[in-house]
């Protein structure tokens, strides 16, 4: 069973900084490309930032372009987000969301979502 | 304000069929699969619709999906009160060289 497990989250103030883990299970996470998926309060699903599953090619959202830095250690099967110069509108629940190729690339499963608060 | 399109709400009663839009542009429905998810309040989203119109293992087949240039449609044939839920469709956009999704629909069953 595919399983994405996030953490990191909480309470911080504006301009400090934060860093998610996801952890995966059940499927070989060397061989998929991830991604960082956001939800603000009562609001719609945002992405946030890809990486392939090499860490080869990496994209970012233009809201957290230069503030927030995607990796992962396929060693220890993790994917990460470190967020830096945290805004009030990073307030969020993040999800880590898995992409896989069937023949066309979608998110196929999401992690249970960690919440980040900013505020002071 | 979300890159893709869709209505805040729909509604219908159980046993009827309803109809979800999402409208895009050349860069990302126009170019690139459609995918859709359900999520139900406190939870993660669920796959739902992959490349337009299949479904993954387990999804049951009152689910449908369409495209059509630059548009999509999610369907749901025998509306169950276990529908009531948001729905989101998503596509890859390649100006945006990101995932982009619609702002969610509020499904409510009557």
């Known amino acids: 069973e595919v399983q994405l497990v996030e953490s990191g989250g909480g309470l911080v103030q504006p301009g400090g900084s934060l860093r998610l883990s996801c952890t995966a299970s059940?499927?070989?996470?060397?061989?998929?490309?991830m991604n960082w998926v956001r939800q603000a309060p009562g609001k719609g699903l945002e992405w946030v930032s890809y990486i392939r599953s090499s860490s080869s090619t990496i994209y970012y959202a233009d809201s957290v372009k230069g503030r927030f830095t995607i990796s992962r250690d396929n060693a220890k099967k993790s994917l990460y987000l470190q967020m830096n110069s945290l805004r009030a509108e990073d307030t969020a629940i993040y999800y880590c969301?898995?992409?896989?190729?069937?023949?066309?690339?979608?998110?196929?499963?999401w992690g249970q979502g960690t919440l980040v608060t900013v505020s002071s | 304000q979300s890159v893709l399109t869709q209505p805040p709400s729909a509604s219908g009663t159980p046993g009827q069929r309803v109809t979800i839009s999402c409208s895009g542009s050349?860069?990302?429905?126009?170019?690139?699969?459609v995918n859709w998810y359900q999520q139900f309040p406190g939870a993660a989203p669920k796959f739902l619709i992959y490349n337009n119109n299949q479904r993954p293992s387990g999804v049951p087949d009152r689910f449908s999906g369409s495209k059509s240039g630059t548009s999509a449609s999610l369907a749901i044939s025998g509306l169950q009160s276990e529908d009531e839920a948001d729905y989101y469709c998503?596509?890859?956009?390649?100006?945006?060289?990101?995932?982009?999704f619609g702002g969610g629909t509020k499904l409510t069953v009557l």
């Open positions: 050349r860069s990302n429905i126009g170019s690139n699969t």
């Open positions: 969301a898995r992409e896989s190729y069937g023949g066309t690339w979608e998110i196929d499963y």
């Open positions: 059940g499927f070989t996470f060397s061989d998929y490309s």
């Open positions: 998503a596509a890859w956009d390649d100006s945006l060289t990101g995932w982009v």
